[in-house]
């Protein structure tokens, strides 16, 4: 709804302009226009709004049943795991999950069936249209498949270099005393500037993809519509499309770019999430070595007279 309504507000103001250009009434697309713009912007909050809801729901859940599988591996598993890395996964990395449950499920869905509302409708003004359009749509929406390999590389060893990077700092900060006390604040200093060194030199990378990646987004989005107006326009000198509607099933074109470009950027910012859903993937299956037996069955008070005796 939120898309359709941001649509609607680009088709009612095209559909004055025709009325306008027709010298006709445009007194009900006015009226129409003053009800959808406002209700886009409430339609966006609500669409926030639930999915935020639903995903903070499911994270209260997934670190409950964190720290369940946490209680049921102590006290071995954390000879082998640091007390700063287990707090940065059951805190920023189940966090980062977040970013899959509030802004990946929906926009989907809207992702596959507003672009092909759109390239119908263009198809039924003039097939020459829906094809104008098409190859560009479909680079923009595969361009996070084919463009993700190295940005999900990336992502997950900047996430692995921040889980260690906060296992050493929460390590250092508990350790304060020891750390004073063997005159190693010195050395600890190092050894944190080089793990923040090492943590800066994967982002760049990673931030640098993602920029090129959005820059070719636009790029596509931008000669898709100038497709649409190139070919529009030679439809409309040969008499094969009116003129008025031309700004009319542009804007729409454009629109079929708006869900597929929020999905593409979403893949891309999606490469964190896949390197901390692995962190936690990893706890989640990690075997439990010591498990309780089947216990033994006792009665209340069966204990005393054994005492006593």
């Given at each position: 709804?939120?898309?359709?309504?941001?649509?609607?507000?680009?088709?009612?103001?095209?559909?004055?302009?025709?009325?306008?250009?027709?010298?006709?009434?445009?007194?009900?697309?006015?009226?129409?226009?003053?009800?959808?713009?406002?209700?886009?912007?409430?339609?966006?909050?609500?669409?926030?709004?639930?999915?935020?809801?639903?995903?903070?729901?499911?994270?209260?859940?997934?670190?409950?049943?964190?720290?369940?599988?946490?209680?049921?591996?102590?006290?071995?598993y954390l000879v082998r795991r640091r007390t700063g890395d287990l707090m940065?996964?059951?805190?920023?990395?189940?966090?980062?999950?977040?970013?899959?449950?509030?802004?990946?499920?929906?926009?989907?869905?809207?992702?596959?069936?507003?672009?092909?509302?759109?390239?119908?409708?263009?198809?039924?003004?003039?097939?020459?249209?829906?094809?104008?359009?098409?190859?560009?749509?479909?680079?923009?929406?595969?361009?996070?498949?084919?463009?993700?390999?190295?940005?999900?590389?990336?992502?997950?060893?900047?996430?692995?270099?921040?889980?260690?990077?906060?296992?050493?700092?929460?390590?250092?900060?508990?350790?304060?005393?020891?750390?004073?006390?063997?005159?190693?604040?010195?050395?600890?200093?190092?050894?944190?500037?080089?793990?923040?060194?090492?943590?800066?030199?994967?982002?760049?990378?990673?931030?640098?993809?993602?920029?090129?990646?959005?820059?070719?987004?636009?790029?596509?989005?931008?000669?898709?519509?100038?497709?649409?107006?190139?070919?529009?326009?030679?439809?409309?000198?040969?008499?094969?499309?009116?003129?008025?509607?031309?700004?009319?099933?542009?804007?729409?074109?454009?629109?079929?770019?708006?869900?597929?470009?929020?999905?593409?950027?979403?893949?891309?910012?999606?490469?964190?999430?896949?390197?901390?859903?692995?962190?936690?993937?990893?706890?989640?299956?990690?075997?439990?070595?010591?498990?309780?037996?089947?216990?033994?069955?006792?009665?209340?008070?069966?204990?005393?007279?054994?005492?006593?005796?």
């Open positions: 709804l939120r898309v359709v309504s941001f649509i609607g507000v680009g088709v009612l103001s095209a559909l004055i302009v025709l009325a306008l250009k027709h010298g006709e009434s445009y007194a009900g697309y006015a009226i129409a226009l003053a009800v959808v713009a406002p209700l886009s912007g409430l339609l966006h909050w609500l669409e926030s709004w639930l999915a935020h809801d639903m995903a903070f729901r499911l994270l209260a859940e997934m670190r409950i049943d964190a720290f369940r599988k946490l209680d049921a591996l102590a006290p071995a940065a996964l059951a805190t920023h990395d189940i966090e980062l999950v977040e970013y899959f449950f509030a802004h990946t499920v929906a926009p989907a869905f809207v992702a596959l069936l507003v672009p092909a509302v759109v390239v119908a409708a263009l198809a039924w003004a003039n097939g020459w249209l829906a094809l104008a359009l098409l190859p560009f749509l479909l680079a923009v929406g595969l361009s996070p498949f084919l463009m993700r390999k190295r940005v999900d590389r990336l992502g997950s060893e900047a996430r692995e270099a921040a889980g260690e990077l906060g296992a050493f700092a929460v390590d250092s900060v508990q350790g304060l005393g020891e750390i004073v006390a063997f005159q190693q604040e010195a050395s600890r200093g190092a050894k944190l500037d080089q793990l923040s060194q090492r943590h800066i030199s994967l982002r760049l990378p990673f931030f640098r993809e993602l920029t090129m990646q959005h820059a070719i987004l636009e790029v596509l989005t931008g000669l898709g519509g100038l497709a649409v107006v190139g070919v529009g326009a030679m439809l409309s000198s040969s008499g094969a499309l009116d003129p008025g509607l031309l700004p009319l099933l542009t804007i729409l074109a454009m629109a079929a770019f708006l869900p597929v470009s929020e999905i593409a950027q979403i893949g891309r910012q999606l490469a964190d999430t896949l390197g901390a859903t692995r962190r936690v993937y990893a706890l989640a299956n990690e075997p439990i070595p010591v498990r309780d037996g089947p216990g033994v069955a006792a009665r209340a008070g069966a204990a005393a007279p054994a005492l006593s005796r």
